[in-house]
């Protein structure tokens, strides 16, 4: 369920994007979003069939086990400034610069300590797990992929020449 309903999650709660991840804090705070815009968000996981906490897990649990299962996913997935959502949020004029700068390190940070990271996903898992992420990997990377293109903004498109 999870896997079928990941790109639409990702598509329909992309404008929320940003405020995840550009509201850095100490370990547990809530992103700095408004009663309202976090009741909309948990309306697009409750139309897919989860409660937010439940999404959480279950998209934190099979992330891991990817990871696990898959070690070249870890190098694609970790983040990077120059990657379009990343690049996104840094040029954003409404994020405040501590948000980008706690967003620098914390790409910096994961980067350098990734082994160290892929080490605390293999304790996150179980051989259960792996066993059904290896079964439905091309799956599991389809939708990733297109959760990952579902999350992007929509490109203008050049007017063509001649109408």
């Excluded at 815009?37 to 959480?56: A, D, P, S, T």
Aim: proline share 6%; aromatic share 6%; glycine share 4%.
């Amino acid at each position: 369920r999870l896997i079928k309903a990941l790109p639409a999650i990702a598509k329909e709660s992309a404008q929320y994007q940003s405020r995840f991840m550009g509201s850095f804090g100490p370990a547990g705070t809530v992103p700095n979003m408004s009663n309202d815009e976090l009741e909309r968000l948990n309306k697009v996981f409750q139309k897919h069939g989860f409660e937010f906490e439940e999404f959480v897990m279950q998209i934190s649990v099979l992330m891991a086990t990817y990871i696990v299962v898959d070690p070249v996913a870890f190098d694609n997935l970790l983040p990077r400034e120059d990657s379009p959502e990343i690049k996104r949020i840094l040029e954003d004029p409404a994020v405040a610069e501590e948000q980008k700068t706690a967003l620098r390190q914390q790409i910096a940070s994961m980067r350098k300590n990734k082994e160290s990271l892929k080490a605390q996903f293999a304790l996150t898992t179980n051989e259960h797990n792996e066993k059904i992420i290896k079964s439905m990997l091309k799956d599991v990377r389809r939708a990733i992929e297109a959760a990952r293109a579902a999350s992007q903004p929509a490109r203008p498109t050049k007017p063509q020449k001649g109408k």
